[in-house]
């Protein structure tokens, strides 16, 4: 009965958009494709794999504290999958773990406490994450704390992190990509509203040694969001959502501002992409050297990115479908791949 139970909850939580980071009672359980006909479903305290119209627990990260629940699930690399556990309360303290064995064992990840340049912030700071984003490649992002919020970042697999910037008066949640910019957004708070920036490519990770990043600084890259006033370089969110609500609608907004992906609108030096599907190496042909490739999962996460391939090895990735984008000087041209 409870298995039943369970599936028919699962059901339910599937029509909400998956999104990694819940909210305590409304949209906590998300979902992510482990290959052709299993799922990893995140519940509040469990992860379950759904397989065969079969749910069964993988891994119960259940404590004493009933308010203790899982923030946020990704996995990065079939064998390399992060969980952040904490209190439903925002800013609270969370524990970030770890599995390399596709989530039979996990193991207490404290590597992001290394972190240097925290002296001039509270230690509450590292204690609490928000939201664990795979960038593309080796880079992870995460996005800490609430009032006092900040991103550190990873080149290595989340090895070793680096303070890229931190604020007063914000609630940073995640990142999107959109053409030659990347969008930071953030949540609502006590004072502030829900709030999106956009800034170019080339200065994601650039140092903050002088403060370009500082929200108070009208010279930096950061603009004063807070504020809830500035509706040129801010994106508003509306004050009645929930976050689940409040990150589908910057979502929708991302959609709306970004160049449509449409293969039709590419008629000219097509690239062709094969073997589709895939066991490991895809090719490409009717390349000039000038195109740019970006890999997305069904989530619209980068998975990886590059330029000038012929021939690309992929090996490392779960079963499932993903979205390959070509930009070239003709236009673009987005390309759905299986790999099996």
């Avoid at 990065?76 to 970030?96: A, E, F, H």
């Avoid at 290394?114 to 992870?140: A, K, R, V, Y």
């Avoid at 959609?255 to 992906?261: D, Q, R, T």
């Amino acid at each position: 009965m409870r298995l039943k139970y369970l599936l028919l909850l699962s059901i339910v939580l599937f029509q909400i958009p998956s999104f990694a980071q819940r909210e305590f009672g409304i949209c906590d359980s998300t979902s992510y494709p482990l290959n052709d006909d299993t799922t990893i479903i995140a519940g509040r305290y469990h992860l379950y794999t759904h397989s065969n119209n079969t749910l069964n627990v993988l891994y119960d990260f259940s404590s004493l504290d009933v308010n203790e629940y899982i923030r946020d699930f990704d996995i990065i690399k079939p064998d390399l999958w992060y969980t952040v556990v904490g209190l439903r309360y925002i800013g609270g303290p969370t524990r970030l773990y770890k599995s390399t064995d596709r989530g039979q064992i996990w193991s207490l990840d404290t590597s992001h406490y290394n972190t240097p340049d925290l002296e001039f912030i509270s230690q509450q700071f590292i204690q609490s994450i928000n939201n664990l984003q795979h960038l593309n490649g080796d880079t992870l992002i995460m996005f800490m704390h609430y009032y006092e919020s900040g991103i550190i970042y990873s080149t290595d697999l989340g090895l070793n992190w680096t303070k890229w910037f931190n604020n007063l008066i914000s609630h940073y949640q995640g990142m999107f990509e959109c053409d030659n910019k990347y969008y930071i957004f953030g949540y609502e708070g006590d004072g502030f509203r829900a709030s999106m920036f956009g800034f170019d490519k080339n200065l994601l990770f650039s140092s903050d040694s002088t403060g370009i990043w500082n929200s108070f600084n009208p010279m930096g890259f950061h603009p004063p969001c807070y504020q809830g006033a500035d509706t040129i370089r801010c994106i508003y969110a509306p004050g009645n959502l929930t976050r689940c609500g409040t990150y589908d609608f910057f979502k929708n907004k991302i959609n709306s501002l970004c160049s449509p992906v449409s293969t039709a609108a590419f008629t000219k030096n097509a690239v062709k992409i094969y073997p589709n599907p895939f066991k490991d190496k895809i090719n490409t042909e009717g390349t000039t050297g000038a195109e740019i490739y970006a890999l997305t999962n069904l989530y619209g996460q980068m998975v990886w990115s590059g330029k000038q391939i012929e021939q690309q090895d992929f090996y490392y990735l779960a079963s499932g479908i993903y979205f390959l984008t070509v930009l070239t000087d003709h236009g673009r041209q987005t390309v759905k791949l299986v790999k099996e």
